[in-house]
């Protein structure tokens, strides 16, 4: 039966998979892979399984190749003992009925030597971004990458694909490519960072040549209808990560191609900063309404949504499904409280990234006695 007032509660069928509802969990570090392997434990099963009544998980980010790696404590999926460990993970929440993608994020210039084992970064073009990479002796201020070459790109487009391979033998139910925030993605994307002259670069197309050729590698893995990507294109103003001219018609070349592949979905996110006096202000918070008529499959939409506005945005067809993130963090049974209008419980920013169960596996279910309050 048909929520026509409350539409996050229908099931959809994104690709080739059946969602029970278009609540979708938003991929969330949470540094709780904390061994040397970056290998998935069974604290994290039971995180994701406590959480298996969302429509569709999608995992934190996870590396697709040991070059690929930026954070302490984030895992991996380039090595067997990776894909073993996030099989405790798919089984658990198999186990709850529940359906999860991994996304997969290789995340550039913005790690650091000390991530790497002395090595630089890789990115499009030696531009440092201007951020701060979180190692093991704690937060250090970026370097300036490496440019990749030919061999370097096909190389990674290859570790993305080596990736989807494991996790198709680690139990998931599809993949999602990273294509936001300051990881490798988007700096190619960007022209502030990406000053190559060959043909990864200088065109809003040569700039999407790199993303594209992953989403093909991933679907030659999987299917069309088992990929997913999530998109940022309103992100400007983080260190050198800055939007330009072209950058806006650089994602709508990308969103239109991308509708071409007949993908399980596409995920936008809106701006987490002010646009104003930027060459993307014309997005506002209205990134999934911008993009809408470039791609005609599936769109999850990302970023402040609520139960109302979440349903609005799907009534109003701007949408099929959206993506919460920090909700999800406090509450496991988010749908169940969306849907008998039970209070969310906080969540504490402070054990975000903190390791261990606290602020992590520790959140419980609400009692059926607080229906209503």
């Known amino acids: 039966m048909s929520n026509p007032n409350q539409p996050l509660l229908d099931p959809i069928r994104l690709g080739d998979i059946d969602l029970p509802n278009r609540i979708i969990m938003a991929s969330m570090t949470r540094a709780r892979t904390d061994n040397p392997g970056f290998v998935p434990n069974e604290l994290q099963a039971r995180y994701y399984a406590q959480r298996a009544s969302a429509g569709l998980i999608l995992t934190e980010g996870t590396w697709p190749s ?10 991996g999926l380039y090595t067997q003992e990776q894909a073993d460990g996030w099989r405790l993970v798919t089984d658990a929440v198999h186990e709850a009925r529940g359906r999860i993608f991994v996304q997969l994020g290789h995340i550039g210039s913005s790690s650091h030597p000390d991530l790497l084992d002395g090595a630089l970064p890789l990115a499009p073009s030696a531009i440092n971004p201007g951020l701060k990479a979180y190692t093991p002796s704690g937060f250090q201020e970026t370097v300036t990458p490496r440019a990749m070459d030919l061999g370097d790109i096909a190389r990674t487009v290859e570790d993305y694909a080596k990736a989807a391979r494991l996790a198709k033998s680690a139990g998931f139910d599809g993949v999602e490519l990273h294509g936001i925030s300051t990881y490798l993605i988007p700096t190619f994307l960007y022209e502030a960072l990406n000053q190559r002259t060959d043909n990864y670069g200088g065109t809003p197309e040569n ?14 893995v999987w299917a069309q209808g088992r990929v997913g990507m999530k998109l940022s294109p309103a992100l400007t103003g983080l260190g050198n990560v800055v939007a330009g001219t072209e950058t806006l018609a650089t994602f709508e070349y990308l969103v239109s191609e991308l509708s071409k592949r007949n993908l399980a979905y596409l995920q936008l996110m809106n701006p987490i900063s002010d646009l104003t006096g930027t060459p993307v202000e014309g997005l506002g918070q209205g990134v999934a309404k911008h993009f809408r008529p470039l791609y005609s499959g599936n769109l999850i939409a990302n970023g402040g949504y609520t139960f109302e ?36 419980t906080p969540s ?15 959140y419980p279910a609400a009692g059926i006695e607080q229906v209503g309050a």
């Open 66 to 75: 040991r070059e690929g790696v930026g954070f302490v404590n984030v895992p």
């Open 207 to 220: 700039r999407a040549r790199f993303p594209l050729e992953i989403i093909d590698a991933l679907v030659s």
């Open 309 to 344: 506005s979440g349903n609005a945005a799907i009534r109003d067809g701007l949408a099929d499904a959206v993506a919460f993130a920090a909700p999800f963090t406090s509450n496991p049974d988010l749908v169940e409280r969306f849907s008998k209008d039970i209070e969310l």
């Open 348 to 362: 504490n920013p402070d054990t975000y990234y903190s390791g261990g169960a606290v602020g992590y596996s520790d």
